[in-house]
């Protein structure tokens, strides 16, 4: 661990943002309600605006976001960063959702309201949060993967077994697995292919629907999935889920976090978290199985550009090729 983790901070719930400046709850609420953002994205602006706005009732005496200076919001970064010891990628979500309000009250609000006539958006321009870092990303290994496997395999845990086949084969991330049908598993595998592809999954992306596009399930998902249907003993519509008192419904995010944190990071003796299997399974595939990066960024990693897996996801550290240097 580089840096201790910050404590959340406290939920701003509905008491509390009453005693919020009416003026900027009903902008919040505006702004809100018209962006094309995904259910998750906009519950994290609701909340960072909140956030934002209790800040300011707290200790800038509840003032009109109108008069809100550049100096005030860096007094907010700083209790982001030196306060509450937040992280830098924490500070940023909390800079862009004020930064996307100041933008719509700009570009919108300004024409109809006087006090925003000469309103700018007082983020910008501001220094860039310096970056970094509580854990170093270390990946998955083939050779991980396989204790992890055998590991959950004894222990009987055929859930976790087809979730971790699945998260490290195919590349999903944890907001899209608990998407998957278990119609896959009847899938025909095309002559001469080693893999299916998926019905429609939702990527990350703006808007409702998001990005939308298939994912390709290769034979070692396939394996253990099959076998999580073998033992779990009733039929789902989805592949990876939880029955409850009585109540089967599709993992939750929760389940994920806490079956890292708690089932693989007690098997490898180190943290593991689930973003880290997408990042690996594209590390094995550039390192071990040589395929080129362009084929792994569009059709495992769904970027469109690889500049964004090489900066987020390629975890090779090119170690052969270090020893060559200076050889």
Same mark, same amino acid.
């Given at each position: 661990m580089l840096r201790n /983790?910050?404590?959340?901070?406290?939920?701003?719930?509905?008491?509390?943002? #009453?005693?919020?400046n009416e003026d900027y709850r009903s902008l919040v609420e505006e702004?809100?309600?018209? #962006?094309?953002?995904?259910?998750?994205t906009k519950e994290q602006y609701?909340?960072?605006?909140? #956030?934002?706005?209790?800040?300011?009732?707290?200790?800038?005496?509840?003032?009109?976001?109108?008069?809100?200076s550049k100096r005030d919001f860096l007094r907010y970064i700083s209790f982001l960063r030196e306060t509450r010891k937040m992280s830098s990628s924490g500070i940023n979500l909390k800079k862009a959702c004020v930064s996307s309000l100041c933008n719509y009250i700009e570009n919108v609000v300004a024409d109809?309201?006087?006090?925003?006539?000469?309103?700018?958006?007082?983020?910008?321009?501001?220094?860039?949060?310096?970056?970094? %870092?509580?854990?170093?990303?270390?990946?998955?290994?083939?050779?991980?993967?396989d204790l992890i496997m055998k590991t959950l395999i004894d222990d009987e845990n055929y859930l976790g077994a087809a979730w971790v086949a699945f998260a490290f084969n195919v590349g999903a991330r944890r907001a899209e697995i608990p998407q998957f049908k278990a119609e896959i598993a009847k899938y025909p595998i095309p002559e001469g292919s080693n893999y299916v592809m998926s019905h429609i999954i939702r990527l990350k992306?703006?808007?409702?629907?998001?990005? #939308?596009?298939?994912?390709? /399930?290769?034979?070692?998902?396939?394996?253990?999935i099959n076998l999580w249907f073998e033992k779990r003993g009733y039929e789902h519509d989805y592949i990876f889920t939880v029955k409850y008192g009585g109540q089967i419904s599709p993992i939750s995010e929760s389940w994920t976090n806490d079956f890292c944190k708690e089932t693989l990071s007690n098997i490898l003796n180190r943290r593991i978290?689930?973003?880290?299997?997408?990042?690996?399974?594209?590390?094995?595939?550039?390192?071990v199985k040589k395929i080129p /990066?362009?084929?792994?960024?569009?059709?495992?990693? %769904?970027?469109?550009? /690889?500049?964004?897996?090489i900066a987020h996801y390629d975890l090779r550290d090119f170690a052969e090729e270090k020893n060559k240097i200076f050889g």
């Open positions: /983790i910050a404590e959340k901070l406290t939920p701003i719930d509905d008491e509390k943002w #009453q005693m919020v702004y809100i309600s018209v #962006q094309e953002h995904s259910p998750k609701k909340s960072g605006l909140r #956030q934002f706005g209790y800040y300011v009732f707290k200790n800038m005496n509840n003032k009109p976001f109108h008069k809100i109809d309201d006087d006090n925003y006539k000469t309103f700018r958006n007082f983020t910008r321009g501001l220094p860039a949060v310096t970056k970094n %870092h509580v854990f170093h990303k270390v990946k998955i290994s083939k050779d991980d993967y992306g703006r808007g409702e629907d998001g990005k #939308q596009e298939p994912y390709m /399930i290769n034979e070692e998902a396939l394996k253990y978290n689930p973003h880290l299997f997408k990042a690996s399974c594209v590390t094995y595939l550039l390192e /990066i362009e084929l792994v960024s569009k059709f495992v990693a %769904h970027h469109e550009n /690889i500049a964004t897996t």
